[in-house]
């Protein structure tokens, strides 16, 4: 009998870090919405409340192949140092369904969230936007810096955090990503400035009021999938162009959108997936903010492991 964890695939961070540059993982997410991949189509994740946190179990089918993260959530982690997600990631055999690796899913999670992000943001963004506000300190908040620089020359970060040493020591980390960028510890007021918004927090209620955003920028929101929580106010949802990943999750994840929908500042039918994004069935807006709300879905792990084998 063929021992299956002889014969599998071990692959760390680092050689995540190695193989698959932040570029890399932006252009394979493009390449797959506009092959026409659909997200409404993606397997269901399963979300299970444990103590001290969430376990999620996120499979997916793309392309041939087939793969399954198991994520944990444990929002008391922070403060013992630790990462607020981690996961592992199994690679399986697309015909035979046997395991064939298993990635650091932590590490593809780090990376696939932000290019996520800048996939959609190249197609809204305008051309010239190079100034941006994030808020969190945490290791998404950094990434972002690196997502963003990847497909707009950043002329300025301002990273915005409740604690001011994590916010400084960010920072720091976030400028070997964007070299030429001032990157400074910014206020909730900066938003006013903003070509481009990042929310990466665990905020359970908005960050900023819509009327410090300007009609043409671009923000993302990524901070939670679930339903209580919201990092923009209903106000900003409703007169923007809003981005889901797909209704489906858009309407029952999406605390931000659920939140909008719930006062009557958006309606169902307003929302856009990145399959009418991607397609073309739907063009970026350009006379009001355009939002990216992301929950995280399985086939986005999926692609961008691939390129890590």
């Given at each position: 009998?063929?021992?299956?964890?002889?014969?599998?695939?071990?692959?760390?961070?680092?050689?995540?870090?190695?193989?698959?540059?932040?570029?890399?993982?932006?252009?394979?997410?493009?390449?797959?919405?506009?092959?026409?991949?659909?997200?409404?189509?993606?397997?269901?994740?399963?979300?299970?409340?444990?103590?001290?946190?969430?376990?999620?179990?996120?499979?997916?089918?793309?392309?041939?192949?087939?793969?399954?993260?198991?994520?944990?959530?444990?929002?008391?982690?922070?403060?013992?140092?630790?990462?607020?997600?981690?996961?592992?990631?199994?690679?399986?055999?697309?015909?035979?369904?046997?395991?064939?690796?298993?990635?650091?899913?932590?590490?593809?999670?780090?990376?696939?969230?932000?290019?996520?992000?800048?996939?959609?943001?190249?197609?809204?963004?305008?051309?010239?936007?190079?100034?941006?506000?994030?808020?969190?300190?945490?290791?998404q908040a950094v990434r972002h810096v690196e997502a963003l620089q990847a497909i707009r020359p950043l002329r300025s970060v301002e990273l915005i955090g409740r604690n001011t040493e994590r916010a400084a020591a960010a920072v720091d980390e976030a400028r070997q990503y964007a070299p030429d960028a001032r990157i400074t510890v910014g206020t909730p007021d900066a938003v006013y400035d903003a070509d481009l918004i990042v929310c990466a927090?665990?905020?359970?209620?908005?960050?900023?009021?819509?009327?410090?955003?300007?009609?043409?920028?671009?923000?993302?929101?990524?901070?939670?999938?679930?339903?209580?929580?919201?990092?923009?106010?209903?106000?900003?949802?409703?007169?923007?162009?809003?981005?889901?990943?797909?209704?489906?999750?858009?309407?029952?994840?999406?605390?931000?959108?659920?939140?909008?929908?719930?006062?009557?500042?958006?309606?169902?039918?307003?929302?856009?997936?990145?399959?009418?994004?991607?397609?073309?069935?739907?063009?970026?807006?350009?006379?009001?903010?355009?939002?990216?709300?992301?929950?995280?879905?399985?086939?986005?792990?999926?692609?961008?492991?691939?390129?890590?084998?």
């Amino acid at each position: 009998m063929p021992d299956v964890i002889a014969d599998l695939t071990l692959i760390g961070a680092q050689t995540i870090a190695d193989r698959v540059s932040m570029a890399a993982a932006i252009d394979e997410l493009q390449r797959v919405l506009r092959a026409g991949f659909d997200p409404e189509e993606d397997l269901p994740r399963g979300i299970l409340d444990v103590p001290n946190g969430q376990l999620l179990l996120m499979p997916a089918a793309v392309d041939g192949a087939v793969g399954q993260k198991f994520a944990t959530v444990a929002p008391g982690n922070p403060a013992r140092g630790l990462e607020r997600i981690q996961a592992l990631y199994i690679l399986l055999d697309g015909t035979t369904l046997a395991p064939t690796a298993i990635l650091d899913g932590t590490a593809l999670t780090s990376l696939r969230t932000p290019a996520v992000s800048a996939a959609c943001v190249d197609l809204l963004a305008n051309p010239d936007a190079g100034d941006a506000v994030i808020f969190g300190t945490g290791p998404q908040a950094v990434r972002h810096v690196e997502a963003l620089q990847a497909i707009r020359p950043l002329r300025s970060v301002e990273l915005i955090g409740r604690n001011t040493e994590r916010a400084a020591a960010a920072v720091d980390e976030a400028r070997q990503y964007a070299p030429d960028a001032r990157i400074t510890v910014g206020t909730p007021d900066a938003v006013y400035d903003a070509d481009l918004i990042v929310c990466a927090t665990t905020a359970s209620d908005p960050l900023f009021a819509s009327d410090l955003v300007r009609d043409d920028a671009t923000i993302v929101a990524i901070g939670s999938h679930e339903p209580q929580k919201a990092e923009l106010d209903p106000a900003l949802v409703g007169r923007s162009q809003v981005i889901v990943e797909s209704r489906r999750v858009g309407t029952s994840e999406a605390g931000d959108v659920i939140r909008a929908l719930e006062a009557g500042t958006l309606q169902d039918a307003d929302l856009v997936t990145m399959h009418d994004l991607f397609t073309g069935a739907v063009a970026p807006a350009t006379d009001r903010p355009r939002i990216v709300k992301t929950c995280g879905m399985g086939w986005q792990d999926l692609a961008t492991a691939r390129l890590a084998i």
